[in-house]
Structures are given as structure tokens and as C-alpha cells.
């Protein structure tokens, strides 16, 4: 049972990240499985309208997002007695549902809940100074909630809402360019640098080597089988038989006519950018050793041992806002500068 709230300041760390499943913040994440329930009183929250006037079911907190203590409801007769009215933006805006009556009771705070762009949040200057916490998808929100993020797969038992969905790298058999590496090389002398750099990368990943000391290159083995070949291909390793300045060969225009990635060994970085675009290539340079640039070229694979969640509307919202306003009990909040913050 390791899983707990992350660390409330980094935003999407992926290192330190046990579970919760949010990146960062004051309220805004999901712990499964937590257990950290320091509130004991419980908390009301009413909902003032149905976001975009449509009725959705409000949710059971503890049975979705392991969330307790907390009652939602949207009968208005709980409005003396709500700990937090939540109001989303659009229906006040419009006049289409008037904001609660003043004055609000006791502590009670009230929630400016928006999930729409500043481009779209009419008459936010209405609003300055009226609500105590925000709700949207900025970072920096007090109550944050993105639409989605990725978290390390967690356990599949523990998620047993279906929170988030397991990633997957798409099938090497499914891509354009099912291959991963390949290398041509006709003169192979072991005294060169890139037959020790090729010797060292194999430590690390698979490299399909073609030429006279592989396998035969399909058809008459000129340019344009050599280019047909590299279409295959994601990567393609341009290794330069000897460091010189602008001694850039065939080697990379193959690569860079077959659309495959070309991985430059020869003449510095700085040297290529005379001829590419410094985004065009990659530096066997760039890299301090052998194992990071392969593990580079490998990520692609990201994805495996990585999970999404996506929030649900507006459940997620309710819950994660019900527990901000247990644990910022007590104290006063008030959101002063609401169109200001909104476009910053
Ligand atoms: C979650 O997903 C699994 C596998 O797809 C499914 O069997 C299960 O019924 C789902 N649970 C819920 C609560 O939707
Ligand atoms: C092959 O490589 C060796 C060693 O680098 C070199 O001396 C020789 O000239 C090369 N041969 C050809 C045909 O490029
Ligand atoms: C909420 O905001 C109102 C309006 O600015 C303010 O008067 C009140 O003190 C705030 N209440 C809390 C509990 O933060």
C-alpha cells in the first residue's frame, strides 16, 4: 500500500510519482487506495445548476475516487447548511441562473467552476471578488484538474473504476516504418570509430546492418535500393568512415530522401547545421555515452508502463472539489482578480 499524494509542487513528475493520479497539486489528485482521511467532520457541497443545464448523476465519492465524507447534492434547500456551492461559470454568466443568495452563510465558499478557454468565458469582469476557490484546468487553480494526464501504470486491481487506460507502443507491424535501425556499410576495418561506436550500440539495441559484411542489400544494391530499403526504416545510422570538416557523404541524403531519421557520426554538430536543419538529426555527439542515445532512439516505447486518465465530467469534479474544501476548512479565501488570473 505505497500509494499516497504526490509531492503538491511538481507538476507531472513522472520519477516520483506513486499513484496519485494527477501531477500536481493543492487538491487536485487522486490517490487510490489512499487512506489519508485527516478530515473527520464532513463536508456539503451543493451543485447551484447542472453545468449547460443538463442533469447529470452526482456522484458516490467513495465508491468512485475513494473520496469519503462528502454529501453533493443540488436541492437548493441545502444552501444554508453547504459548506461550498459550486457554480460553473456559463449559466451565471448568461443570466440564465442567478448566483446564490448574499449574505452567503458562515464560511461557506463559494467554487468558480469553468472548463471553457478565456475566449470563451463571457463577462468574466461580473465576477471579480464573488468566489472564494477556482475550479478549472489550470495548473494553478486552487481546486486543479486537468482534462488528462499520464501516470505510471499503477496495479489494474486497485483501479477497479477504470480510472485510467493502460498505454500501449503501437505494434512494430502496425507502423509505416516498422523498423527500427539500420546501418550500410561496405568497408568494415575495425580501426574505425564506427565500427566501435556500432559495437557498442548492439550492446543495446538491434541494428540491421547491410553491405558487404551483412545482409545483401535487396536489388542492385545502388542508391535507389539502398533508399527503398531505408523507406523501412525509422533510423538510419550515417556514419562517416573518418572525421573531417564538411566530409558529409551519401550516407545522410539517403537517409534524409527516405524519410528515415539519419544518426550522424563524422564532423560536429554545429558542421551538419550548415547543411540540415538542426532538428533533422541526430548527434551521435548529443549524447554522453552510447546507452543514452540508444535508449533515446528506443523511446518511442514510452508509452509501455504508462497509463491515461481522463477526468469524468463532472463527477471527478465534484469529489476532488469536496475534498479541497475539507481540508481548506477554516480558512478564507477570495478570488479577487478572477478575469485577470483567467487570461494570464
Ligand atoms: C473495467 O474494465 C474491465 C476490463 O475492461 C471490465 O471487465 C470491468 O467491468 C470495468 N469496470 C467498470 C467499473 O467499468
Ligand atoms: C577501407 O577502409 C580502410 C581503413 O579505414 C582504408 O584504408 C581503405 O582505403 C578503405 N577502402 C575503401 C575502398 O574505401
Ligand atoms: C468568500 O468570499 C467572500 C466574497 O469575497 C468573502 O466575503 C468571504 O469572506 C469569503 N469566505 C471564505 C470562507 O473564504
Not at 457541497?45 to 453533493?72: E, M, N, V
Not at 443568495?101 to 469582469?125: D, F, V
Not at 528515415?260 to 549524447?287: K, M, T
Request: glycine letters at 6%; one cysteine or more.
Amino acid at each position: 500500500r505505497s500509494y499516497r499524494l504526490e509531492n503538491k509542487t511538481a507538476f507531472l513528475s513522472f520519477s516520483a510519482f506513486s499513484g496519485a493520479l494527477c501531477g500536481r497539486v493543492r487538491d487536485g489528485c487522486v490517490a487510490l487506495g489512499s487512506r489519508r482521511q485527516r478530515e473527520t467532520r464532513s463536508a456539503t457541497l451543493l451543485i447551484w445548476a447542472h453545468p449547460f443545464g443538463r442533469y447529470s448523476k452526482l456522484p458516490d465519492c467513495l465508491a468512485l475516487f475513494q473520496i469519503g465524507g462528502c454529501t453533493i447534492t443540488d436541492d437548493r434547500s441545502a444552501y444554508p447548511l453547504a459548506d461550498a456551492v459550486i457554480i460553473h461559470h456559463r449559466e451565471v454568466a448568461s443570466g440564465a441562473v442567478h448566483l446564490p443568495t448574499e449574505p452567503r452563510p458562515g464560511a461557506q465558499k463559494w467554487i468558480w467552476m469553468n472548463y471553457e478557454s478565456p475566449a470563451h468565458t463571457p463577462r468574466l469582469w461580473r465576477f471579480d471578488g464573488v468566489f472564494n476557490l477556482t475550479l478549472t484546468y489550470r495548473a494553478n487553480s486552487d481546486i486543479y484538474l486537468p482534462y488528462g494526464n499520464v501516470v505510471p501504470t499503477i496495479n489494474r486491481r486497485l483501479d477497479k473504476n477504470n480510472l485510467t487506460q493502460t498505454l500501449h507502443a503501437p505494434a512494430r507491424s502496425q507502423l509505416l516504418r516498422p523498423r527500427l535501425l539500420a546501418w550500410v556499410i561496405s568497408n568494415w576495418s575495425e580501426s574505425q570509430a564506427r565500427v566501435a561506436f556500432y559495437h557498442k550500440l548492439r550492446r543495446y539495441m538491434r541494428v540491421d546492418v547491410f553491405g558487404r559484411a551483412g545482409r545483401a542489400l535487396p536489388g542492385d544494391s545502388g542508391k535507389g535500393s539502398v533508399v527503398r530499403m531505408l523507406r523501412q526504416y525509422q533510423f538510419y545510422l550515417a556514419l562517416e568512415n573518418s572525421q573531417h570538416t564538411d566530409y558529409i557523404t551519401e550516407k545522410l541524403w539517403n537517409a534524409v530522401l527516405a524519410g528515415a531519421i539519419p544518426v550522424v557520426l563524422g564532423p560536429s554538430r554545429q558542421n551538419y547545421e550548415r547543411f540540415l536543419p538542426p532538428e533533422a538529426f541526430i548527434h551521435v555527439g548529443d549524447f554522453p555515452t552510447v546507452r543514452a542515445l540508444a535508449k533515446y532512439l528506443r523511446h518511442l516505447d514510452w508509452r509501455d508502463g504508462y497509463s491515461l486518465h481522463q477526468i469524468s465530467f463532472w463527477a471527478e469534479h465534484y469529489c476532488t472539489a469536496c475534498r479541497a474544501v475539507r481540508r481548506t476548512r477554516g480558512r478564507t479565501h477570495v478570488v479577487r482578480d478572477l478575469k485577470r488570473w483567467f487570461y494570464s
